[in-house]
């Protein structure tokens, strides 16, 4: 009783659930609704605002999930709540009770649970995951992915797969060891566990599952040991090619001329077969990273026709500023366009998809001390972030969360030790524009070219959902919930939720009615690590609920 593989597979034609993360494995946030359209969105009202409650209230970055009757939403400080859809009453709530000493590089955040059968499951900061009942919230199963004193944490909304839990680590800043494995929704029980860093051994049910890539190929000596790569955004899926796709973080430490080498798997987009945790492919977008460009962000699967051929295809927003278009089946690279004002570390991608490196863009080797500064753009927090994009199926355009910043960077001389920060690096965020930071950007994936912009002061941090009413919805950490025209890029509506909104909006049909539905809650990396630029704007009010929207009777 409850969503089968097959439910969860078919969630982006369903309209009348949520039921995965990215509403569909190849997490296109598109929904075929069009109640709610250009014509009348400006009507939309709220139906209830539902409070978390308590005072764990930060970053809340939750997509929420609907079944049957019932949302699910995690909140900061691995908490899970269920509400009647209808009222807004609470159902249930759980909290898994941290431990002292746990180590998230950017905010006491979580993305988004998985739902399948009697389960709602979800990944905690002290690196576990944990299976309730999704009736009552009662532990069905707990279990430890990686060790939290050693700087592993966990984020990312699991990915339910063929009856298994699969799921990425967080830790890039600790120097921890990248991986993705796959459970047993069931049990809990480990399957396969694949390590992204070259050198490092996987498993398949209890035996060894051979080494990834090849030994201090890309990396010398023992960095290999250290080397981050961590993969905490999780991961969507691709049924046409049977292929899973995660993207990997920054290679430790930020320090780059202490790691010579590409340091693979690290900063690229990886294709695992699903059924043995095999590396299908790669793709690196930031070979040798010296500027923190985590290359974690969805790799969405697409169809388009290129030069008259009709293609199989995934695009990636890079943290690095590019839009990669990549041949999903084989990770072939076609092409890469910037999205972003600026990108001072490269001058576009050759045709091999390699960077044109700047070289006066790299911060150089620090001596003894602190190492001469240089200014980067993107700055470390990225062109974009974790926050997803959206495709559309009608307009073929995707609507990218992005944000124009830059930073000060230099490196300074770090030694690995287990549990303690592992940087090598400083940096001081800045502006680049007068008018923004924030940029929601329509890009045509057959051009490479920007269709519309809708410029914001703050920096974008929310998830972006798009719809058959020609609609574009995504929030501001300003408090507002926004709706736009996909085609052209117009505002149409905006809601104040009270705190700034860092979630993802979903969309879904209820007694004949269209919803829709966002967390409010202002936190994540900005707050913590955007200096100066993050106090250049309005004060931000904490907070946590979710506000669910329809058109009036
Ligand atoms: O390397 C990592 O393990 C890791 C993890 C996370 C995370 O789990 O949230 C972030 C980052 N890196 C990161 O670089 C980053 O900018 C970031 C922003 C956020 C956020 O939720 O706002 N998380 C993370």
Redesign the pocket.
């Known amino acids: 009783e409850g969503p089968t593989d097959a439910d969860l597979m078919n969630d982006a034609a369903s309209t009348g659930d949520v039921l995965t993360y990215g509403m569909g494995p190849q997490a296109h946030r598109f929904s075929t609704l069009k109640a709610i359209d250009t014509s009348n969105v400006s009507k939309l009202v709220p139906a209830f605002a539902a409070s978390l409650g308590g005072e764990k209230q930060r970053?809340q970055?939750a997509q929420p999930l609907v079944y049957d009757g019932t949302i699910y939403v995690t909140g900061s400080y691995s908490r899970l709540f269920a509400f009647d859809a209808r009222t807004g009453e609470e159902k249930w709530q759980y909290d898994a009770r941290l431990p002292d000493g746990i180590m998230?590089?950017?905010?006491v955040?979580n993305r988004g649970a998985a739902i399948h059968g009697d389960k709602i499951i979800f990944a905690t900061l002290d690196a576990r995951l944990v299976a309730l009942n999704r009736n009552t919230g009662k532990v069905i199963w707990n279990k430890q992915i990686a060790d939290y004193k050693e700087g592993y944490?966990a984020?990312a909304a699991p990915l339910i797969v063929k009856g298994m839990v699969i799921t990425g680590n967080?830790?890039?800043?600790f120097g921890v060891v990248g991986a993705v494995e796959a459970r047993d929704v069931n049990t809990g029980e480990l399957i396969w566990h694949r390590p992204v860093i070259e050198g490092h051994m996987g498993t398949l049910k209890g035996k060894d599952n051979g080494i990834t890539g090849k030994l201090n190929a890309t990396w010398q000596g023992d960095l290999w040991k250290s080397g981050?790569g961590?993969t905490?955004l999780g991961g969507t899926y691709d049924p046409e090619t049977n292929l899973l796709f995660f993207g990997t973080?920054?290679p430790a430490p930020w320090n780059s001329h202490l790691r010579p080498g590409d340091n693979l798997y690290t900063a690229s987009t990886l294709a695992i077969d699903p059924d043995t945790g095999v590396i299908k492919w790669h793709f690196q977008t930031t070979p040798h990273d010296g500027w923190?460009f985590?290359g974690v962000n969805e790799f969405i699967p697409f169809d388009a026709t290129i030069n008259g051929k009709p293609m199989k295809l995934g695009a990636k927003a890079d943290r690095n500023g590019y839009f990669f278009v990549l041949d999903r089946t084989n990770g072939k690279f076609i092409s890469a366009n910037k999205f972003v004002m600026q990108t001072t570390w490269a001058n576009g991608f050759n045709k091999a998809g390699k960077p044109n490196y700047i070289p006066e863009g790299r911060p150089p080797a620090p001596g003894e001390g602190k190492g001469k500064p240089v200014f980067a753009s993107p700055s470390f927090?990225?062109g974009k972030?974790?926050m997803p994009m959206a495709y559309s199926q009608d307009t073929g355009l995707f609507y990218i969360p992005s944000n124009d910043w830059g930073m000060d960077i230099w490196n300074e001389p770090i030694a690995y030790k287990k549990g303690a920060a592992y940087l090598g690096a400083g940096f001081t965020i800045k502006s680049i524009a007068e008018d923004h930071i924030g940029a929601l950007r329509a890009m045509d994936p057959k051009t490479g070219k920007i269709v519309w912009e809708y410029k914001n002061k703050a920096p974008l941090?929310g998830g972006v959902l798009t719809t058959g009413g020609n609609l574009v919805f995504t929030g501001t950490p300003e408090g507002f919930l926004k709706a736009f025209d996909a085609k052209t890029g117009q505002e149409l509506w905006k809601f104040q939720t009270g705190s700034g909104v860092v979630g993802s909006p979903v969309t879904w049909e209820q007694d004949g009615e269209q919803y829709v539905a966002v967390m409010s809650g202002w936190g994540?990396?900005v707050p913590l690590w955007g200096g100066e630029v993050a106090k250049s704007f309005k004060d931000i009010n904490q907070g946590g609920a979710l506000w669910v929207f329809k058109l009036p009777k």
């Open positions: 970053g970055e998230p590089c950017c905010d955040v944490s984020t967080s830790g890039g800043e981050g961590a905490w973080g920054n923190d985590d927090l990225g972030n974790w941090w994540g990396a």
